[in-house]
Nanobody
């Protein structure tokens, strides 16, 4: 129902910063919990961060806590992931997802983008 398109992935050196964007279609964007997930080669898709429709409540994976910040601009139907102090292990395809509940469980999210590649050089 909601179409999501990620952008902003790039090759960046370790210690650098990057901001990912996820543009959503539709008129009910503010009702969705938005999540960011990532998948490295040969690995399972893992939770990175989520934000409720109000934008007040956020949650992060331990591996990115303190370095990544999720935010949203409901007027622009866009969710962001600001990534600071990037590490080699952050290298992955990053996916944006939309759902109706605040959770880290991927199947709870009903709409997914196609992903954007983030590569961190060491």
């Amino acid at each position: 129902q909601v179409q999501l398109v990620e952008s902003g992935g790039a090759l960046v050196q370790a210690g650098g910063s990057l901001r990912l964007s996820c543009a959503a279609s539709g008129r009910t964007f503010s009702s969705y919990t938005m999540g960011w997930f990532r998948q490295a080669p040969g690995k399972e898709r893992e939770f990175v961060a989520r934000i409720t429709g109000t934008g007040i409540i956020t949650a992060y994976a331990d591996s990115v806590k303190g370095r990544f910040t999720i935010s949203r601009d409901n007027a622009k139907n866009t969710v962001y992931l600001r990534m600071n102090s990037l590490k080699f292990e952050d290298t992955a395809v990053y996916y944006c997802a939309a759902g109706y509940s605040s959770t880290s469980w991927a199947p709870s999210y009903k709409s997914w983008g196609q992903g954007t590649q983030v590569t961190v050089s060491s």
